[in-house]
């Protein structure tokens, strides 16, 4: 019997894994969420989930400095408690700061009252690390009902999903999400990254290929006339999709 339910219980977590790896989840969860902006400008957005990182944080600014380019960090409040310096210098190097929830859980699990507190605390503990306040919310896993979103407006934050998943967190191999986003690639697009995690954590991992993504990226995007900019300056020339 045991060793039914052992079976079992591995056979969904593997199940749930190649949903995750084969399918964009965040596309049964779209509706009334920012994931793509109308714009007739050739912009996009780039974000990054699930840090602070102390290893791949600071290379990825390191990139994104180099390139110029600025990106939302959505991050997760037990991390920047951790390493509160990576955090400040998101923000001191002019980055967008996220709202990623505090412990990465999935809100089906969240009474109304944990969700308030959940997200009211990321944001306090990221306006006192790093000063910013945060008005972008981004579910973990993009699970969210219409009760969670209904609840999560009306506490003042917009809900930001994304357009184009680069599945950096399974993709190991640089070239192959580049050459994916070139050819997916539309004005006001969101892009998914992440700077932390892995594929059932979200810290540690290995965000080698993110890191060496971003200047291969930018070269293409910018040599077909594209700018990358943060969410917040995404919204400030378009409409919502």
């Known amino acids: 019997m045991i060793a039914i339910l052992i079976s079992s219980a591995i056979l969904a977590v593997f199940i749930i894994a190649c ?32 840090g602070p990182s102390p290893v791949w944080t600071p290379k990825i600014l390191d990139e994104l400095k180099k390139a110029d380019i600025k990106a939302t960090f959505f991050m997760i409040g037990h991390h920047v408690a951790e390493y509160p310096d990576v955090a400040k210098r998101v923000a001191q190097e002019g980055h967008e700061i996220g709202n990623h929830g505090y412990t990465h859980g999935a809100l089906i699990y969240y009474t109304t009252e944990e969700l308030e507190e959940e997200l009211r605390y990321t944001d306090f503990m990221i306006r006192q690390v790093t000063g910013q ?5 981004r579910p973990p896993k993009a699970w969210i009902t219409k009760r969670e979103k209904e609840k999560i407006k009306a506490m003042g934050y ?31 697009d969101i892009l998914l990254f992440h ?24 070269e293409k995007l910018k040599e077909r006339g594209f700018k990358l900019v943060t969410v917040n300056e995404l919204l400030s020339g378009g409409e919502n999709d």
């Open 19 to 50: 949903f995750c790896v084969f399918f964009d989840q965040a596309i049964l969860t779209r509706k009334e969420t920012i994931y793509r902006v109308k714009t007739n400008e050739k912009k996009v957005a780039l974000t990054f989930d699930d």
């Open 133 to 137: 306040i945060t008005k972008y919310y």
């Open 158 to 188: 917009h809900i930001v999903l994304w357009s184009l998943n680069s599945k950096d967190w399974v993709t190991f191999d640089d070239k192959y999400i580049v050459k994916y986003i070139l050819r997916n690639i539309q004005n006001g």
């Open 195 to 218: 700077d932390s995690g892995g594929v059932f954590k979200t810290e540690g991992g290995d965000r080698s290929e993110t890191v060496s993504t971003i200047p291969l990226l930018a």
